[in-house]
């Protein structure tokens, strides 16, 4: 029985009077990639901030193997918000990767890769920058270890941001459209990166909208709508035909984005 | 310290003349910098590469220098080349040359700022140059210049108070010899700093009027 | 114009040089501690630092500089006048200094701090290690541009004598009646001076470009 790595319950996310999130429940499996997609204004990434916690949620409840995130219920039910340690606790358990990359620019990629492994964990710094190296090894970006942000593409930009993610041993991967932002021939080398990190076991939760890619690495795929989950289930089960027709209108938009295979 | 109202009150025409004089030379400068600065700004942008670059010149020069040494350039140094002027027309001209220079730049930016694809829209319409400038450059610059202008006003308005060394008799000169005469140097500076502050924050508050009442026609791209 | 008198003006020019440079350190100084406050969450700091920076950038530097020349004696501060001066010049400055920093650290993409939240940063870290390095390379324009202005603005310590370059120009003027020849070597200096830190400011820029073209 595979351990539950997130449970969401009830999530709720409004800024304001406008309800971006609505009622959520979603289980995330452990070593799975489970996809969360949708179309724009569905509220995906706003959910996936919520996992990392860059955006509270204004009801609902967050676990991440079985220990609350910045919320729990008391014994009455209510919501109870815990403390800054509880939540650095829980989030460091989790890497994030971000549309725009957010590399430090003033570092190069082997100090973004390091940082933290020298001032959150106290590492000594020639230890942090080998284990820094093995991660840009294994991303293949070795040789660009000295070179800034501003000197790389953006596809080894992202795959650096990967790279300082993984840094940190995670046990679950939040990837906020990471190829978004990176011009068509870049998306591969990332969408590879990932591919890989799947197969090698790791608890991933993915939002895109590259919706081929999704389907062939995701276990599970989630499919938000205004704010809602419309479905979760496999590949299969989601695009499988007789389709929903919410989805046929979704993937109609999508016809020549490697949704087609899926046909 | 004290402060004697009885004697700031008996003063009180003086001091709105100086007032005044402040006001008066401080707008006639804003008007002739602004005016010099545009046709500087449209000489350097559309006119010969020679006319560019001595434009150029005059534009470092002024804006790299003092504004000091220019009024003592032109009060003391004027007459040894022909050009004697009074104290009032000194320091308002000394004030639009220095100006001038600044408000050339901000147009010049403006102008810059004017998105490109706008501007070769123009000309695939068909428009000749006069009626890009006319009908796009200048109503599009307008709202962009707007803050660095309302910005420059204030400082120039702030620079009167340095021609006082040439003996302009505005608010700076006239209140600080009120504050001679009577021995109280600190609180007359302290209500000269005041009306110079208020004076200040009235501009700026109009200028953010103004950019708001404007607002409207921002861009919807950048 | 003789050697002799070129001399004077350059030493007197090398003293403005001294006298701004000391100003816009102190100025920066004071600058960021305004700039902290103004951001800060307490009242009774960030109104003050607003009322500092509004008084300091609402009054012309001359009527500061009078102010505060007269003002120090009155309350029983007895400085030599360059000292008034200097001290005039950086809490103008230091205003200014506090809104380009103020800018500065507005400006650090949001994205950036996320980011370090993600990896584990302490507040204060990302304060330390993100936040300061990044805004200080944003505000660096504009530092610049205000150590230009206060090479300048120097000018006006001349009213409240202290002998530095416009000073001297007068002094020298006022035995010689050479006008054209004083103020325009006075000109000139002061624009040599304040192109080299601008070109100074340009090398800045390069050396923290981070690879960028």
Redesign the interface.
Known sequence: MTEHAIVVRHLSKSFGQLEVLHNIDLEIEQGQATCVIGPSGSGKSTFLRCLAFLEEATAGTIEVYGKPLGFSQDSAGRRVRLNSASIRAVRSGIGMVFQQFNLWPHMTALGNVSEALKTVRGIPRAEAEERAMIQLRKIGLENRAGHYPAQLSGGQQQRVAIARALALEPRIMLFDEATASLDPELTGEVLNVMRTLATDGMTMVIVTHEIGFAASIGRKIAFLDKGRLLLAGSAQEVFGKPRNPRIDQFLDTYLDRGAAMLI | ?RFDLALVASRLPEIFHALGITLVVWIASLIASGIFGFFVAVGRRFGPRWLDYSLGAYV??FR???????L??LY??GP??GLSLNAIPAGILGLSIYGAAYFSEIFRTGFEAVPRGHVEAGECVGMNRPQIVLRILLPEMTMLVLPASVNMSIILL?????M??ITVPEL?LTI?AIGTEFYA??ES??L??LF??SL??IC?WLGRVGESRLSRYRFAQS | MTFTLFGLLLEAAIYTVVISGISIVVGFVIGMGVAAARLSTHKWLAIPARVFVSFFRGVPLLVQLLLIYNLLPAIGVNVPSVVAAVVGLSLCTAAYQAENLRGGFASVPRGMLEAADMVGLSRFQQLVRIRAPIAFRLTLPALINEAILILKASSLVSVVGVVELTRMAQDLDTSLYKPLQLYSAAGLLYFVINRAVAAAGKYAERRMAWGRA
Not at chain 2, 158 to 162: I, L, P, Q, S
């Open positions: 310290m470092e020069l790299g220098t003092p504004f000091l040494i220019q003592f350039l003391f140094g040894y080349v702030k620079e009167t108070a340095v006082s060394v700076t600080s140097f600190v500076l302290f000269l700093a110079y502050w200040v924050e700026g």
